[in-house]
């Protein structure tokens, strides 16, 4: 189950996994574009590591690093309560 975190300005849509087993929470960065459909890349926490990286450039994934930085700590919490929707009715 993927849940919603963050929409930005470019409709940038950022998902996150519930934590699995192993302690992983799997985060979804999907841009949409109109040229080759979809960029997305995949970062896993704690590790912050970065697979299937599609269509973003260097300055972009340097910014998405930046992002999934400064928001860890809220998304490992996110993905211990079913999301920040079920958080917040908490």
Same mark, same amino acid.
């Given at each position: 189950?993927?849940?919603?975190?963050?929409?930005?300005?470019?409709?940038?849509?950022?998902?996150?996994?519930?934590?699995?087993?192993?302690?992983?929470?799997?985060?979804?960065?999907?841009?949409?574009? /109109?040229?080759?459909?979809?960029?997305? !890349? #995949?970062?896993?926490?704690?590790?912050?590591?970065?697979?299937?990286?599609?269509?973003? $450039?260097?300055?972009?994934?340097?910014?998405?690093?930046? /992002?999934?930085?400064?928001?860890?700590? !809220? #998304?490992?919490?996110?993905?211990?309560?079913?999301?920040?929707?079920?958080?917040?009715? $908490?």
């Amino acid at each position: 189950m993927m849940y919603p975190y963050m929409t930005l300005n470019d409709d940038t849509e950022i998902t996150h996994s519930e934590m699995k087993k192993d302690g992983t929470v799997k985060v979804y960065i999907e841009t949409p574009d /109109l040229k080759d459909g979809f960029h997305n !890349a #995949i970062c896993w926490l704690p590790e912050y590591r970065w697979e299937e990286v599609h269509g973003y $450039s260097g300055e972009e994934m340097e910014f998405f690093d930046n /992002l999934i930085h400064n928001n860890a700590h !809220a #998304i490992i919490e996110f993905s211990q309560d079913g999301g920040i929707l079920n958080a917040a009715n $908490s």
